[in-house]
């Protein structure tokens, strides 16, 4: 679990012994992230209540014909409107609080954008996990408490993450530890009863599932937000911090990607595709600022190729800016995305685009063509600037002529200013921009740059001066691509590793309760072969044997030998133990794998096999099964009992015949409206 930790920030876990971290940050240490986490985990909470209260009154105006009633109604309606309003702009704050990320050495950088944490509830797999234990594995579920103690251990720790590449590992740990629970635990044929309740990072609003895949998915979010965080942490000072920091966004941007590919129909906004895929764009263009911060880092030499190249490459970044706004203003996304961000895409792209204009205006107001310039190489290399050049203007003649330089230069440096302008306006506007320091410093500081050279320009001839300034061709010589996760590379150990291989051990799979067969060797035969890997079966069975009469069958899988577990040993250490005993007889356990009805997809799986099934737990609402109008619903069963449907198909390993007590009150958890979201998500 969570230990204390001293109040300067997160310590890195210690590995366990068992290959997992099991420590996160301390979620009370003083830290500015772990301030912000909280304050987000709060909003989460009141957003939840005002949700419940609009459900509730929306609820009563539609059941009421009343027009008192109706009216008061209506203008509590207006206040938890409002409120909700008040609220969502609360968490858009924490979303923009950018500082918090940053490296704390002293910069002189545009700030960098972070995901923040998807916050989630605690929950419980003890009673759900040994119930399934005793019922579908028939064995004893107190055997395996430590085991299901660990998987809590490492859900809790993975709320708080350490920001390095140990809380990286710990949350890749806990999500490929998830598909082992899944395949040991999660039947398709029916839910587990577990509740799984994540909040939306955007806008607060919880989703509530029983599908370990929402689960899935929100630890990949998470994810890949770390990794967002790890990059706004680096240090943009230094060449290694600042190929720290691409690596960073194109991991984030990879893990968001192939959240978006595997799990297409999560009923959260921020893990929509629409969503999923502006955030991607994000993140690589993030990446390709700091790839341009990178090459200039060393210094921008005034020198005319050098200023070419850099030319192109901050017009790349504006570029990708500018796809990024386009994308971030497009619905369904608009509506979610914080405003802020919108607008921060926005200002980088006018900065990123003024200082394009800004080095070619150098070049062509600083730069001559000399006696001993290479004019074809100084011509190739400005018309690749260019899609087309003013009218009555060419390439060459503008590099020979001292005026037409000069005009050109001016007509880049007042598209520059204007852009320039257009960033500190737009900066200006959102409150929550103009509260970043450093992003005002930066964008005055470019401004005064771009006036300054302006004005050491001759402005006699202004007023001849009609030529417009055309658009730069953006290029990068270092292409920014997403980075697939390496989830190989984190090596982990199946938690629940005792119940037995995975590939016949399984929740897919059924069988009959273990019978004891006692063996005795006739003439020192045993009667039957053994063959297949672990576990192994019952091969070329003679009929007429003392175990074949016993109910040994062709095919059964041997669990152990004397006592003793063999469900991992091979053929060779299995007739070793039967042997052993010499002719003395031996107790053996067999299960015979029953016949299994084709598998049928997940009602509510995220993943993209056949039509899904989500409901929107606005109010924490369960999910159920649809029951056709026509027919009467049948009685619900109890929790450790198969459905009367597969009951028919396939009988459990073992159904015990006592109801569980309680069953009933998974209902009684969801006391508001059930929304069905295959139409809309909320």
Known sequence: MTDTLPPRGCQTAEPAEDGYFRKGCNPLAETGRSKLQNQRAVLNQQILKAVRMRAGAENLLRATTNNKVREQVLLELSFVNSDLQILKEELEGLNISVEVYQNAEETFSIPLVPLGLKETKEVDFTLPLKDFILEHYSEDSSDYEDEIADLMDLRQACRTPSRDEAGIEMLISYFLQLGYVENRFFPPTRHMGILFTWYDSFTGVPVCQQNLSLEKASILFNIGALYTQIGTRCNRQTQAGLENAVEAFQRAAGVLSYLKETFTHTPSYDMSPAMLNVLVKMMLAQAQECVFEQIGLPGIRNEFFTLVKMTQEVAKVGEVYMLVNTAMNQEPVKENIPYSWSKLAQIKSDHYKALAHYFIATILCDHELQSGDDEDQQEKALSQLYDYVPEGLMILSVLKDKVQRKQLGKAHLRKAIVYHEEALRVCGLCKKLRNIDVLQEVLTAAHKRSLLKYAQQETEDDFLSLIQAPDIVPKTEHKIETIAPQFSKVKVKDFFHRLGPLTVFSAKQRWTAPRTIHIHHEAGELGFSLKGGSPVQIYCLDPACAAALMGLKEGDYIVSVGGVDCKWL????????????????????????????????????????????????????????????????????????????????????????????GSSQFKKLSPFTLLNTESSLY
């Open 570 to 661: 091979g053929v060779n250490e299995v007739l070793e133990k039967l042997r052993s005993v010499g002719e003395q007889p031996i107790e053996i356990e067999v299960i015979s794998c029953q016949d299994t009805a084709a598998s049928t997809h997940s009602k509510s799986a995220t993943y993209s096999v056949g039509m899904q099934k989500t409901y929107s737990l606005i109010c924490l609402a369960m999910e159920e099964d649809k029951i056709d109008q026509t027919k009467k619903a049948p009685l619900k069963l109890p929790f450790l009992s198969w459905g009367t449907k597969n009951r028919q198909k396939a009988a459990s390993t073992l159904c015990l015949p006592s109801a569980v007590a």
